[in-house]
């Protein structure tokens, strides 16, 4: 968690790290910080969002520098735990994102020695570590740093000693190296770097880099070269940024059918998903977290029904630390991020169990496209607000090409089947545009049920998954109380905190399970509560037993999931939109969490 950036060129660093610093809020805004060598070693920082620290900011000389913004791990958000810290003399400031596993023995020992600790942060042990090392050379000092860690980090640091001079490092947290004309650059993210370069290079675990105005030198923590061309990245700054829309998440919304349309190109027709390993498998394990726990739980469903492959969903927090069976499943990892420390650990559980990995990722290069045996990319772009939506959808997307793969393989899936469901895929990106299409109609309801306190989604089959998508959906970002249940659970316990106050969001379309939603409609109809169904279009019969109908178009069941979900995102989003909620940085989140 957190984002940290550096700046090593010929121009005044204080813009540009705090404008680059902007472009990582979404991974963190609890403080910031900013740390310029100049005049000696000048260093900023204070509670809350980056402005804030800005606002208070004197203009500082130097060409050099660093700057943080910070997720809490150790230490509430206050000033004092803000980063960038810096070492007794006060002249080495270190920026960092992850978590030293050992902080509290290396404390211990730092303070008998007679370092003075200002923070309650892990992050502290380590700046007067570098201390205890230094000897006029920054980098020699980090490296022997990061020998006596335990955990992870990517860190940026600097030496009033030594201007012109960033040293990074990374190991299970995320950096990049930005190289420019007389200047280069590290981030956190990709999209920090984008105004200044489009050339970076991507570090790995237990990588140390130096930035000077001349370049970037990478290193491995024994001190030995590393070679590494720079990627080109086509990203654009404009993509990065929110195009016209309100929002972020806005924007991502109406993206969708691009993101899909982007996901399927090429793929469709060869099914190529990456040389795949299929064969051989009698079940998969789908292992995420978040919403894209939600994905796994819907593969479950399009596995099953698609591939008849038998399939299981689980929390990657809770597989990694379970004692599976002996059978070795596939097991496939999504990760819109391809950063979540929950996931990786469970792709090298995994490992550990002698199964074949599969990740199903959005960032290129990420950690777990390295760990994984095989990577399909989704092929969503940037997404930047907090709220995952079109990486969901595209991970769906991925999860259909697997299926079809895998039920053409097994037998289990005619042709004259699969080309149905292959023409059915490529109508997708039309069904979601038909929702964006109704978006007003989805606000008036956003609107007129934004009010409540708790709100119910329920849904069966593969429409469970996403009720449970929407409800967390419209609880991250709009903080209205909300719960999923399938639908047949209500009767053994929830029923009892219906009332007509409590809104409750119905997936009622036309499929095998349409009878049995119809019934539990009218088990909430006799509480009282109110109704939004989402149904299929052309139903008569569903605004009989509901007060609202969102519709989504008619498709095979397997499918209607990706409408179903962003008529969901969209109904969220309106309501969050209506109490003024900070809609891409809600409170206490990030987008990417990096820590266990
Ligand atoms: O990057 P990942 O997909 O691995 O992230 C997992 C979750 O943290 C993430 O899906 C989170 O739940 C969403 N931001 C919620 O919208």
Not at 69 to 86: D, F, I, M
């Amino acid at each position: 968690m957190c984002g940290i950036v550096g700046y090593a060129g010929r121009r005044r660093a204080m813009g540009i790290l705090l404008d680059s610093l902007k472009r990582l809020e979404y991974r963190g805004y609890d403080s910031a910080g900013i740390a310029v060598v100049g005049n000696g070693l000048q260093v900023y920082k204070d509670k809350g969002f980056i402005a804030n620290l800005e606002a208070q900011l004197p203009s500082l000389e130097g060409t050099t520098g660093l700057a943080h913004t910070r997720w809490a791990t150790h230490g509430p958000p206050s000033k004092v735990n803000a980063h960038p810290h810096v070492d007794c003399a006060g002249r080495i400031a270190l920026a960092h994102n992850g978590i030293i596993e050992n902080f509290a023995e290396l404390r211990d020992r730092l303070k008998e020695k007679g370092h003075a600790f200002r923070s309650e942060t892990d992050t502290e042990s380590l700046v007067h570590l570098v201390e205890s090392h230094y000897e006029g050379d920054l980098e020699a000092a980090v490296r022997s740093a990061l020998r006596e860690v335990r955990g992870s980090y990517a860190i940026a640091a600097v030496s009033s000693e030594e201007p012109g001079i960033v040293v990074g490092a990374r190991n299970e947290s995320p950096l990049v190296v930005g190289v420019g004309p007389d200047e280069t650059f590290l981030a956190s993210d990709v999209p920090a770097l984008l105004k200044h370069t489009d050339k970076v290079l991507y570090m790995m675990d237990r990588e140390m880099v130096v930035l000077t105005p001349d370049g970037a030198v990478i290193k491995d923590l024994e001190g030995r070269p590393v070679d590494r061309e720079p990627q080109r990245i086509t990203w654009t700054l404009e993509d990065a940024e929110k195009g016209g829309f309100e929002h972020f998440m806005l924007k991502e919304i109406f993206e969708q059918p691009a993101a899909i349309h982007e996901t399927l190109l090429g793929r469709v027709a060869n099914l190529d998903v990456n040389g795949f390993f299929l064969d051989g498998f009698t079940s998969v394990k789908l292992v995420a977290c978040g919403t894209s726990y939600h994905a796994a739980l819907a593969g479950k469903y399009i596995l099953e029904e698609i591939a008849g492959v038998p399939a299981s969903a689980e929390l990657a927090s809770e597989y990694r630390y379970s004692h599976g069976p002996q059978e070795r499943p596939l097991v496939i990892l999504l990760s819109q991020s391809g950063e979540t420390a929950d996931t990786l650990g469970a792709a090298r559980e995994a490992k550990r169990r002698g199964c074949k990995t599969l990740a199903i990722c959005n960032v290129i290069g990420s950690s777990l496209t390295r760990e994984a045996d095989k990577t399909i990319y989704t092929r969503a772009g940037l997404e930047i607000g907090v709220a995952a939506t079109k990486t969901f959808v595209t991970q769906l997307v991925g999860l259909y090409l697997i299926a079809l793969r895998l039920g053409l393989d097994r037998g289990t899936l005619g042709d004259e089947e699969a080309d149905r469901l292959k023409d059915e895929l490529r109508s997708l990106p039309r069904a979601v545009q038909g929702i964006l299409n109704r978006a007003d109609d989805i606000r008036a309801l956003a609107e007129k049920y934004g009010d409540a306190r708790d709100i119910f989604y329920i849904g069966r089959h593969v429409n469970y998954p996403i009720a449970m998508e929407g409800a967390l959906k419209l609880k991250e970002i709009s903080y209205i109380h909300a719960e999923a249940y399938a639908a047949g659970e209500l009767k053994h316990g929830p029923l009892a905190l219906l009332t007509p106050q409590t809104p409750v969001l119905a997936v009622a379309v036309r499929d095998h399970t349409y009878e049995k939603m119809r019934s539990n409609i009218g088990e909430v109809n006799a509480r009282g509560s109110p109704v939004v169904g989402v149904g299929t279009e052309g139903d008569r019969e569903l605004p009989k037993f509901v007060d609202d109908v969102i519709w989504v178009p008619e498709l095979s069941p397997v499918f209607v999931p990706v409408p179903v979900t962003v008529a969901m995102q969209l109904f969220a989003y309106h309501a969050a939109r209506k109490r003024g909620c900070p809609i891409d940085k809600p409170r206490n989140l990030a987008k990417s969490v990096t820590v266990e």
